[in-house]
């Protein structure tokens, strides 16, 4: 990751601030100004302490309480506005990025929203926006106050008495050069970026061995299966370990050192003594020594937050860059003037497409025509392009070379507002969102009645579903509702595209619903939504391709083989022997059920 400059952080911000981006900086000056009047009533202690010691005048002594305590309360009240005007700005900044992010996402093509693209998005926006939240609200008026306070901290060490104020300050100095040569400030920086990228390193990795925990407890498998997190983590052990050696010494004289300003203040407060003011002992003298031993350490405690402030930069720098990246994402162009087809048969030319340009084709050069009201099933091993083409049949992607057409006009002329309306998609593994039976079905067409919702539910045969609904259609499904199979998902999802009623249906069989009374309710669903329709079927179980016009093998991305079901059987080509595996693995079933 690259730093980002500071000038351009604050730039990225002003473009989400609408004219807030002056509230950041008058936040941050309040909290230093907070800052300074903090310090302010230990002045007037110190004074109080003098005047008691002196048996001083008590009603001056309750003016400097007052005193005291009007800067108090002023120093609490100035940091507490820019708080306040700091989260205005932040509330600001992160509502324009989250709705920049959202507009921008709308626009993405569907392709964009594959598997990991979806949760990818989700997390940016979700996350990125919390961590800006959380710079701007807190992090900058607080590093604000952080570097101004050491400065009137030294202000007042002089104020009370400048040459216990230099003693106190040379062993910090002494401490801080020292730690800093020994060091040196860029293996500092250095160190901190790797820390940092080491840190990133870690984090991506736990998050891949938690996505794949499910598959790892059922293979009973250990943390050693997972070298890539270990391998990390090790390497995060050792680095942390070198800094820590290499820190060492630095660190240990610059904590003596600083700590033993205490030391240095008595001894040179003995010499004052000795010295300057011939063997007295003043009152004042004492007071100071010890206000010096409070308030000199503080200095270091702040010149360590100031060090470790870097973090919440790399946070949010990275938050930064992840919400760039998906702005970067470009949506497809689309016509200035939509053309809308007047038939529905839809013609691949010659196209290929790779989903990156360092992968390999997926789609290698494929012509196929789906004629108008027939069904086109695409066969083949996982993983050769059948997803894929069912994709750039919906434009979520262009393809490199070649074009894809509906009634002879190419997807990019039709544009992707028109090409929705035309399509129905039932995909492979199907989602519901959270809400009622009724809200999900009538996604497919939102101005739909219950109704015609009930009725699209009993042609996809979900009246069984329908059936254990105890609210009916207002009950609420998928997460936190009641529960549904895959199969009864899909059926779902079939009754959403019968509710759109769209000329072109695009239908990716889930795998992984063996259940055969789920099978048979299925594939009668699926028969009532190709009715009349032209439609591209993409089939894991051969048996349901057996009525279709016309059967595609693919492979490595291309079309190996087509024809009718029976015609391709006599060909003797690799669907038939994907036919006798499919025989044989149905007769295993039917073996394992008798016995
Ligand atoms: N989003 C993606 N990014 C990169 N590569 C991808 C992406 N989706 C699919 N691929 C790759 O493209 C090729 C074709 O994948 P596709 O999903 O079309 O196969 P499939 O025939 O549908 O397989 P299955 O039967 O398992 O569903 C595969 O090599 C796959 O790894
Ligand atoms: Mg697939």
């Known amino acids: 990751m690259t730093k980002r400059s500071k000038p351009g952080r604050m730039a990225e911000f002003e473009r989400y601030a609408e004219g807030r981006h002056h509230w950041v900086a008058a936040s941050m000056v309040g909290s230093a100004v907070s800052s300074v009047l903090s310090v302010v009533p230990f002045y007037y202690i110190w ?10 005048d008590p009603d001056v002594m309750i003016g400097y309480g007052w005193s005291a305590m009007l800067f108090a309360v002023l120093s609490i009240s100035v940091y507490i506005a820019s708080l306040v005007v700091s989260h205005f700005a932040a509330f600001r900044i992160a509502k324009n990025m989250k ?58 060490l002089l104020v009370f008495d400048w040459r216990l104020g230099i003693a106190a300050l040379v062993p910090v100095l002494i401490g801080g050069y020292v730690s800093m040569s020994m060091m040196g400030k860029s293996s500092m920086q250095e160190s901190m970026t790797e820390w940092q990228s080491s840190m990133a390193d870690v984090n991506n990795k736990a998050v891949e061995y938690v996505r794949g925990i499910s598959v790892v407890k059922v293979f009973q498998q250990t943390v050693d299966s997972f070298q890539s997190l270990k391998g990390s983590i090790d390497s995060y052990a050792r680095y942390c370990q070198g800094y820590t050696e290499m820190a060492r010494r630095p660190m240990t004289g610059f904590f003596v050192l600083v700590n033993s300003c205490v030391l240095f203040v008595v001894m040179f407060g003995v010499v004052i003594v000795e010295f300057i ?33 870097s973090d919440q930069t790399y946070r949010v720098d990275d938050a930064l860059m992840r919400v760039n990246e998906i702005l970067s994402m470009k949506p497809l162009e689309e016509p200035s003037v939509p053309q809308m087809p007047e038939s529905f048969d839809v013609r691949f030319e010659g196209v290929r497409f790779s989903y990156s340009d360092d992968l390999a084709p997926a789609i290698d050069g494929v012509s196929l025509e789906l004629k108008q009201g027939t069904i086109t099933a695409l ?49 492979q593994n199907n989602r519901l969102v959270k809400g009622t039976l009724l809200d999900n079905v009538r996604l497919g067409r939102p101005e739909a009645g219950p109704e015609e919702v009930a009725e699209a539910l009993r042609m996809a045969q979900c009246d069984d579903i329908v059936a254990k609904m105890p609210d009916g259609l207002d009950t609420f499904i998928g997460p936190g509702g009641t529960y549904l199979s895959g199969g009864e998902v899909q059926r779902i999802a079939i009754a959403r595209a019968i509710l759109r009623n769209a000329p072109i249906v695009i239908l990716d069989e889930a795998t992984a619903f063996a259940d055969p009374e789920n099978e048979h309710l299925i594939q009668k ?30 492979d490595h991305g291309r079309i190996i083989e087509s024809g009718r079901h029976d015609e391709l059987l006599l060909s003797e080509g690799k669907y038939r022997d994907m036919w006798e595996d499919y025989q044989r693995t149905l007769s295993w079933k039917v073996k394992e059920v008798s016995a």
């Open 277 to 309: 003011e011939g063997g007295a002992v003043s009152n004042i003298l004492i007071s100071n020594v010890v206000f010096y031993a409070v308030f000199t350490p503080l200095i270091s405690v702040l010149m360590m937050r100031i060090m470790f402030s």
């Open 525 to 554: 669903a699926f028969e009532e939504l190709s009715k009349g329709r032209t439609v591209l079927l993409i089939a894991h179980r051969l048996t349901t391709v057996r009525n279709a016009d016309m059967v595609c093998v693919m």
């Open 99 to 156: 709705k920049t992010l959202v507009e921008h996402a709308l626009k993405l093509s569907p392709g964009a929203f594959d598997d990991e693209g979806s949760g990818r998005i989700r997390r940016v926006i979700q996350d990125s926006v919390e961590s800006t939240h959380e710079f701007i609200a807190h992090n900058q008026p607080d590093l604000a106050g952080t570097y101004v306070l050491p400065f009137a901290i030294v202000a007042l």
């Open 47 to 56: 004074k109080i302490v003098g005047e008691a010691l002196d048996a001083g």
């Open 379 to 427: 066969v083949g091993p996982s993983g050769s392009g059948k997803s894929t083409m069912a994709g750039l049949a919906g434009r979520f992607w262009d393809p490199q070379e070649g074009s894809v057409s509906i009634g002879g006009i190419d997807l990019r002329e039709i544009g992707s507002g028109n090409i929705r309306s035309l399509e129905s998609f039932v995909f």
